[in-house]
T-cell receptor
Framework: GQQLNQSPQSMFIQEGEDVSMNCTSSSIFNTWLWYKQEPGEGPVLLIALYKAGELTSNGRLTAQFGITRKDSFLNISASIPSDVGIYFCAGQAYRGSTLGRLYFGRGTQLTVWP | NAGVTQTPKFQVLKTGQSMTLQCAQDMNHNSMYWYRQDPGMGLRLIYYSASEGTTDKGEVPNGYNVSRLNKREFSLRLESAAPSQTSVYFC???????????FGQGTRLTVV
């Protein structure tokens, strides 16, 4: 199946710092999604990207769909303690097709120290 | 706003027992999915259903069966549980464009 490489695997930062994480794939994707998972909960969608080069923000979060269509980036500015969680990237190769399943990265565990 | 509802939330099984995990969505979505999440492994697709009446295997289908009972409900069955099936199971659904999957809160299953 498709391989998504998400990095870094974990991050330990201080409150107020900016965070960057990225995801790369071995194949071209038409859709990139970023999810956050808090302890004991299911993943929650943060940002969806549909076009190469697209840059989308959601509050302090900004995500970009890479030009090559094989990567995506998520930035969190001015981190706060409630940003703690696991962030997953997900990609879909065949948007609109019944075979358009999502492939997930292994996640970035974010810890924010006050 | 129920979204995707999974039952039960927690379950302990003995090796060899069977059980069915239930999932229902109220968003009128066509596609539904079952994932398992293990530490450091991300989310791995077990089975998915692109529409009512169809099901397909994902990455890790062995030891599982599914039923798309109707448009709302998608169940996952373990016929003979094994310790390797200890995991957190998530159900998800997505709309017509098959993007933006929405997840339930998960079922934490332990097989002893």
């Amino acid at each position: 199946g498709q391989q998504l490489n998400q990095s870094p695997q974990s991050m330990f930062i201080q409150e107020g710092e900016d965070v960057s994480m990225n995801c790369t794939s071995s194949s071209i994707f038409n859709t990139w999604l970023w999810y956050k998972q808090e302890p004991g909960e299911g993943p929650v969608l943060l940002i969806a990207l549909y076009k190469a080069g697209e840059l989308t923000s959601n509050g302090r979060l900004t995500a970009q769909f890479g030009i090559t269509r094989k990567d995506s980036f998520l930035n969190i500015s001015a981190s706060i303690p409630s940003d703690v969680g696991i962030y997953f990237c997900a990609g879909q190769a065949y948007r609109g097709s019944t075979l358009g399943r999502l492939y997930f990265g292994r996640g970035t565990q974010l810890t924010v120290w006050p | 706003n129920a979204g995707v509802t999974q039952t039960p939330k927690f379950q302990v099984l003995k090796t060899g027992q069977s059980m069915t995990l239930q999932c229902a969505q109220d968003m009128n979505h066509n596609s539904m999915y079952w994932y398992r999440q293990d530490p450091g492994m991300g989310l791995r697709l077990i089975y998915y259903s692109a529409s009512e009446g169809t099901t397909d295997k994902g990455e890790v289908p062995n030891g599982y069966n599914v039923s798309r009972l109707n448009k709302r409900e998608f169940s996952l069955r373990l016929e003979s549980a094994a310790p390797s099936q200890t995991s957190v199971y998530f159900c998800a659904s997505s709309g017509r464009t098959n993007t933006e999957a929405f997840f339930g809160q998960g079922t934490r299953l332990t097989v002893v």
